[in-house]
Nanobody, 124 residues
Framework: QAQLVESGGGLVQAGGSLRLSCAASRRTFSTCSMGWFRQAPGKERELVAGITRSGGNTYYKDSVKGRFAISRDNAKNTVLLQMNSLKPEDTAVYYC?????????????????WGQGIQVTVSS
């Protein structure tokens, strides 16, 4: 059974940094594009960053470009999201997700596997 487990969230002051990590089962990771989504209270879940199977292509939501960086280590079955210069509007539950579809997609419907979510809170 596919499994994704996030870690690294927490509370940070504005301007600070956090690094989220997602550990995936081998079966999940080897053939999947990976995405980090977030969902703030009362808002829809949105794709923040994505990375293709090989790591050759990435996507970033406009509001996080230049501040967030996604990477993956296929040998360790992990995907990371380095978040710098955090802002209060980055506060949300962050989810790691895996998609077996080729390419990168914004819609949650393309992602078959999800982590349990992890809270990121940025104080002003």
């Amino acid at each position: 059974q596919a499994q994704l487990v996030e870690s690294g969230g927490g509370l940070v002051q504005a301007g600070g940094s956090l690094r989220l990590s997602c550990a995936a089962s081998r079966r999940t990771f080897s053939t999947c594009s990976m995405g980090w989504f977030r969902q703030a209270p009362g808002k829809e879940r949105e794709l923040v960053a994505g990375i293709t199977r090989s790591g050759g292509n990435t996507y970033y939501k406009d509001s996080v470009k230049g501040r967030f960086a996604i990477s993956r280590d296929n040998a360790k079955n992990t995907v990371l999201l380095q978040m710098n210069s955090l802002k209060p509007e980055d506060t949300a539950v962050y989810y790691c997700a895996a998609s077996e579809a080729p390419g990168l997609y914004h819609s949650t419907s393309y992602y078959a596997y999800w982590g349990q979510g992890i809270q990121v809170t940025v104080s002003s």
